[in-house]
């Protein structure tokens, strides 16, 4: 953690991190507003000291939704990225610590799904499933799946043939055994470090498909979808827009920065 | 056969069809022109909902209602005043009980495939919507069409099952355009892709996810119309972009504008913006044959907790008109003028405690994704019924999965419909017991006499009358919550001249619109 702090990448993602932590855990807290409250007189209002950042097109306080946003819009990226690290880093495990030709056949197929990008990707899903936040976090975690699955395995393929497994191995130690207390602890920090930086791209999916209408559904105080809602009174109160836009790109930056920071820190090639 | 009294809507219709002939443009309701229209050019539409088909006999969609007004004609045809006008009848009349009506149709009239237009086609197609296997909205309309038979190639001849002296009307529905007898001979699904009719423009090419383009009919039955060579209806799912083609000039015209943008782009240089005053509405659908909404005063208390003034400034922008649960606007003949219901969430509160709810009542609010009109309302209206005790849980689902699970089924859940064209309509739409979307359940036997009994009556003022109580029982037993009527919003360049907005949005007349360009 001092290494991350000293890191300036890392302590720029940490501090904003922070910042995105406590709108997460306090904002409906500190929200000055109920965040679906109307105050119909003053719609579509700009900042005041009534209003920080102004009002929409309904008169609801746009701080306060953007203080109660936070908890679901970062939810949905740790959510997505979670699931889909688990999923992906088991693929990837059980695929590099077998081998052979099932190892072959799991990475064909996921070498299939990683020609689709993303966000077609998690679109199709979508569209098969149907829309909401619940279809469209394992929409995502699903799109992230081959690519995790993939880092996990090569992973595994290095640590596999070092000593200490084979010395498990040469013990008599089962296969799961190995797999779980040997191979699986030491394949972790890069998962990690590729995680982080997934949940940004989490976040941006995630308003993605809440701005197209796929994702969490209105009243909802998501980001991506408040932006949705007011873009039509954007020419009105540019901010209904720009707020929950700067939040998108702060808490994705946040990830982002933290993410190279713990590459930077775990990669032994890029020590100094 | 004895002509109707001269006071009577169908003899009147006839009358103005039979005098107005040299200039029929006038007679059919169209505005009336400014400056002298010049022929040519192409008319770029833009609009954001998709031309799924060009069946005439099943399209629901707003942009489809413009292609097919287009390219079919009907007997009648609505004018901008609400009256029918006549299109491919010449003129009409009916018995003294109105229940044999004689139209007389438009002589040297082609399909755009070149083959004459006849009474057998007319007898055809309304075979055709009369059978349910071709699942037509204008079935139910049509519905007290005993027989239709050809007199002879110039004369059809209607006998209904009771007096209806708005058979004119009926006939302008939107999906009761004249399709030829041998195209209606091969399978229906071939009229989702292929129009031919006896409209004003003829199909040049169909892609239902981009453009639909058509090109002028020559042989229309209007003389010299219509003046465009050409129109092009392109598709613009992204309402913002569609907003930015049109004021860019990429575009002519937009179908629909949406309230938020409706002032910027009538102030815009070169853009004229077209309100229009309509009875389109949308409605809190309270099942009736469920708790809580089986007890009036939930319905009531529902009623009461919704502040409809302020509703139509913040969803409509002002562009609307409160309503008080009446299906009746003012653009329909028979309006019984009626007060909305007084926002008053104390007086709702109690009410709702009497109803045997007085800790309030937890209910799920269910919203349609498209268009965002409904979740707006089931937002709103969430806020304004707290203070009256309902703790409303508005959830928003895809289009698709509300039609499959929710619509007709749901208990709690906002509807959206367009604006019909008699009071019997409105009321059969959703209200009857048998109505064509009784999504209510309100089964009030008394309505439903009474709606049978205003179709039968011819004296104008009885009608009225009947009408009246009709509305008045409406309005007690509040099936429905109705909070505003919304106007019907459209937009075009300056030197588009002629483009007239509609109450019903289903008729345009786009064979009068003409281009002054240099």
Same mark, same amino acid.
């Given at each position: 953690m001092r290494d991350l702090l000293r890191h300036p990448t890392g302590l720029a993602g940490a501090v904003l991190l922070a910042l995105i932590a406590v709108m997460t855990i306090f904002g409906p807290l500190i929200a000055p507003y109920d965040p679906q409250q109307f105050h119909p007189l003053s719609r579509l209002q700009g900042p005041s000291v009534a209003y920080w950042l102004g009002t929409d097109q309904f008169g609801r306080d746009i701080l306060s939704r953007i203080l109660n946003g936070a908890r679901s819009t970062i939810l949905f990226g740790l959510g997505a990225t979670m699931a889909g690290v688990a999923a992906g880093g088991a693929i990837g495990l059980i695929a590099g610590a077998i081998g052979g030709a099932v190892d072959s056949l799991i990475m064909r197929l996921l070498d299939g799904l990683l020609a689709v990008p993303d966000l077609l990707?998690?679109?199709?899903?979508?569209?098969?499933?149907?829309?909401?936040?619940?279809?469209?976090?394992?929409?995502?975690?699903?799109?992230?799946?081959?690519?995790?699955?993939?880092?996990?395995?090569?992973?595994?393929?290095?640590?596999?043939?070092? !000593?200490?497994?084979?010395?498990?191995?040469?013990?008599? !130690?089962?296969?799961?055994?190995?797999?779980a207390c040997e191979i699986m602890p030491n394949t972790i920090a890069p998962?990690?470090? !590729?995680?982080?930086?997934?949940?940004?791209?989490?976040?941006?999916?995630?308003?993605?498909?809440?701005?197209?209408?796929?994702?969490a559904q209105p009243p909802s105080t998501e980001w991506g979808l408040m932006i949705a809602e007011a873009r039509q009174y954007m020419f009105r109160n540019p901010i209904c827009v720009a707020a929950p836009g700067v939040a998108i790109a702060l808490a994705a930056l946040g990830f982002n920065l933290l993410g190279d920071a713990l590459r930077d820190l775990t990669d032994p090639r890029g020590r100094r | 056969m004895t002509q109707l009294p001269i006071t009577r809507r169908s003899a009147l219709a006839g009358l103005a069809a039979t005098t107005a002939l040299p200039d029929l443009s006038f007679a059919q309701g169209a505005p009336k022109s400014v400056g002298t229209p010049k022929s040519g050019g192409t008319l770029k539409i833009s609009h954001p909902t998709r031309v799924a088909s060009l069946n005439v006999l099943q399209i629901s969609g707003p942009a489809e209602y413009l292609a097919v007004d287009m390219l079919y004609s009907g007997l009648t045809r609505m004018g901008p005043d609400m009256r029918a006008q006549p299109d491919l009848a010449l003129e009409w009349s009916a018995d003294a009980d109105a229940k044999s009506f004689v139209f007389k149709l438009r002589p040297n009239v082609s399909f755009h495939d070149g083959k004459p237009f006849t009474a057998e086609d007319v007898v055809a197609t309304i075979k055709t919507i009369q059978d349910p296997k071709s699942a037509s909205p204008a079935r139910t309309v049509l519905s007290m069409i005993g027989d239709v038979a050809a007199v002879d190639p110039l004369t059809v001849k209607f006998t209904l099952t009771s007096s209806y002296a708005d058979l004119p009307i009926s006939l302008a529905h939107a999906n009761a355009r004249i399709v030829s007898a041998e195209t209606l001979k091969g399978p229906l699904t071939a009229l989702d892709t292929k129009a031919n009719g006896t409209g004003p423009f003829k199909q040049e090419?169909?892609?239902?996810?981009?453009?639909?383009?058509?090109?002028?009919?020559?042989?229309?039955?209007?003389?010299?119309?219509?003046?465009?060579?050409?129109?092009? %209806?392109?598709?613009?799912?992204?309402?913002?972009?569609?907003?930015?083609?049109?004021l860019s000039g990429a575009v002519d015209a937009m179908l629909e504008v949406q309230q938020a943008d409706f002032k910027r782009i009538s102030t815009a240089p070169g853009s004229v913006g077209v309100r229009t005053p309509s009875g389109r509405f949308v409605n809190v659908v309270m099942r009736q044959d469920q708790k809580p909404f089986d007890d009036v005063r939930v319905r009531r208390a529902m009623a009461m907790a919704v502040d409809r003034p302020t509703l139509v400034d913040i969803i409509l922008e002002g562009y609307g008109r409160p309503a008080g649960d009446n299906v009746i606007s003012p653009g329909y003949r028979y309006l019984l003028e009626t007060t909305a219901p007084k926002y008053d969430p104390a007086a709702a509160k109690k009410l709702l405690a009497e109803a045997g709810y007085p800790n309030g009542l937890k209910i799920p609010l269910i919203c349609s994704n498209r268009p965002a009109i409904r979740s707006q309302v089931g937002i709103a209206i969430k806020e304004m019924a707290k203070p009256a005790g309902f703790d409303i849980d508005v959830q928003t689902m895809p289009h698709d999965t509300y039609l499959a699970n929710v619509w007709m089924k749901g208990q709690f859940y906002i509807g959206y419909w367009g604006m019909q064209s008699t009071e019997d309509q409105a009321f059969t739409l959703l209200f009857?017991?048998?109505?064509?979307?009784?999504?209510?359940?309100?089964?009030?036997?008394?309505?439903?006499?009474?709606?049978?009994?205003?179709?039968?009556?011819?004296?104008?003022?009885?009608?009225?009358?009947?009408?009246?109580?009709?509305?008045?029982? %409406?309005?007690?037993?509040?099936?429905?919550?109705?909070?505003?009527?919304?106007?019907v919003l459209t937009a075009n360049r300056s030197y588009v001249k002629n483009w007239v907005g509609h109450p019903l949005a289903r008729y345009f007349f786009v064979e009068n619109v003409w281009l002054d360009k240099a």
């Open positions: 990707f998690t679109l199709l899903i979508v569209t098969v499933l149907g829309g909401g936040s619940g279809h469209a976090m394992l929409a995502v975690a699903i799109a992230f799946m081959p690519g995790l699955a993939r880092i996990a395995r090569s992973t595994v393929l290095s640590v596999r043939t070092r !000593e200490f497994v084979l010395a498990a191995q040469a013990r008599g !130690e089962s296969p799961v055994y190995v797999i998962i990690i470090v !590729e995680a982080t930086i997934r949940v940004s791209f989490a976040i941006m999916l995630g308003a993605t498909l809440g701005f197209l209408g796929l994702g | 090419s169909f892609d239902s996810a981009r453009l639909l383009k058509l090109v002028k009919n020559p042989a229309y039955h209007q003389p010299g119309k219509p003046y465009l060579d050409a129109v092009e %209806m392109h598709l613009f799912p992204d309402l913002a972009a569609e907003t930015q083609n049109y009857t017991t048998d109505a064509a979307f009784a999504d209510t359940a309100w089964n009030s036997k008394e309505f439903d006499a009474l709606v049978a009994k205003g179709r039968a009556t011819i004296d104008d003022a009885e009608r009225r009358k009947i009408y009246a109580e009709a509305q008045a029982l %409406m309005v007690r037993d509040v099936p429905s919550v109705i909070p505003f009527f919304q106007d």
